[in-house]
């Protein structure tokens, strides 16, 4: 797949399944703190707890950070047609490329030593570190190795040499970036990382009109767009933290050697799960001669078909940290209770892509036209891949990457195999197929183990009941009645 997800940011049945009544729960399983008034019990106390909240607004966040960055991507798509929306594609998402080769699994490793209280101001310490070392060995390996590159695994690039160059060197401000973002998280520090999120999804839209759109700079354009919007959100992201630390001193320091550890058993997952996802957009280029115009069509089919991430990345994102920070039957209580809603959630979103991406399509990117079968085959996949993303936070969480690392390198094996031979057969629509089948696999796997792990049965993970659509229901009246009323306040103000 070509765009979207980083973040690199990895759930059951009936009611009578749950915990006691005697003590209110939250959405995780997770007893709540005794009150002195009456405890909210049921769903109620589901839609209150604090893990719910920290999802909510997370999934909140992203759909307005889904709203910003699809527009960027639709206004970048009708500016620019597919021959010149490929090369983009190509050039932008280098950098993220070279992260997941290159930083080892170090920012799951700060995600989860910060969701388990160690010092910040160890993890930044090694955070900065980390990013300098590796940011030279990259670079200058990259820039040596462009001309096979663009030969191979970035043809949609081909003759873009000075654009390659300069986004590389935005490597360390995505770096520092992932790891502060990863740290925030890990402190639950939510609030703050989506502002910052919304802000930058804003300056990149309206760049985006000023530097394509008005000036008319091309890919030039979406370029320097993507290198001023790196350098914001690295600034935004390490003062979110700076400031976090000042506030919090608590917590042993983290050794490099713990931090290093870790991302080394994760690693593996990090770096198969990556190209497990982006393999045939690789593959595409490498593959198909003229690549430029079969990318941009793939890519435009890959960037509507992931906006079905959205909920599981809310979710696993708060998930994975909880997670670390809970006993074995608290967390096995979680995975339950958050898979199923996850589920449900996903596909809802998925079914109602459908005729948005057909419309859309049709109406607004006629020029995009034959990516819509790439889509509908590679949809599917994406909601298989979304449940592998739930349960993979939960193994991770329960100290156990390695196991995700075993998955993640058999799927991206199939994957490969699969795209070598359905893309020069079928094209697009055959990396798309071979997604499709990988995904499946992977999410088969990930849930036999989560399984294992939590002691629940794999279709209670992941068939959603009555309670879940309650739940749902419940939430979605919640969400209604705030806006409700806050669009009733003002008008009541200014009555008075």
Known sequence: MSEGAEIELENGVAAPADPTPLAPVDLTGAPLAPAPVAAPSGEAAILRSPFARKVAGVFGT??????????????????????????????????GMLSAIGMFGL???????????????????????????????????VWFALPWLESSFLGAAKGHDDMLRVIIFTLPLGMLAAFGGTILYGRQSVRSYNLIQLAQASMSFALTILLVGVLGLGIWGGVWSSVIISALLAAAVLFAVWRLAQRDRSGSPASI???????????????????????????IQALIIGSAGPYGLYARAV??????????????????????????????????????????????????????????????????????????VLLPGVVSLSVAKVMSSFVSGRGRPGLIS???????????????????RFGIVGASLASLISYTAHAAMTLFIASRLSGHSMLTLIVPGRAEVALLVAGLRRLAGRIRSRNVAPSAGAVR
């Open 257 to 283: 050697r713990s931090l290093l550890s870790y991302g080394a058993r994760v690693y593996p997952a990090s770096l198969t799960s990556f190209f497990n996802y982006r393999a045939d957009s690789y593959l």
């Open 406 to 424: 075993v998955v993640t390198s058999v799927a991206l094996v199939l994957n490969v195999g699969l795209n070598l031979i359905f893309i020069p």
């Open 62 to 95: 992203r759909v307005a950070l889904f709203g910003l960055a699809f527009s960027t991507s639709i206004l970048i798509s009708w500016l620019l047609d597919p021959k010149l929306y490929g090369p983009l594609v190509a050039i932008t998402t280098l950098p």
């Open 303 to 376: 960037t509507m078909a992931e906006i079905v991430f959205y909920v599981p990345d809310s979710i696993g994102t708060i998930f994975l940290p909880r997670v670390a920070g809970s006993t074995a039957e608290d967390a096995n209580q979680m995975v339950r209770r958050v898979s199923r809603l996850s589920v449900l959630l996903t596909v809802l979103v998925a079914l109602a892509l459908i005729p948005t991406a057909f419309v859309g399509i049709h109406v607004v990117l006629t020029k995009y036209v034959d990516c819509l079968p790439a889509f509908f």
């Open 107 to 141: 920012p799951s490793a700060t995600n989860y030593f910060a969701g388990k209280g160690n010092s910040l101001a160890s993890l930044m310490r090694a955070a900065f570190v980390f990013t300098a070392l590796l940011s030279i060995v990259l670079i200058g390996i």
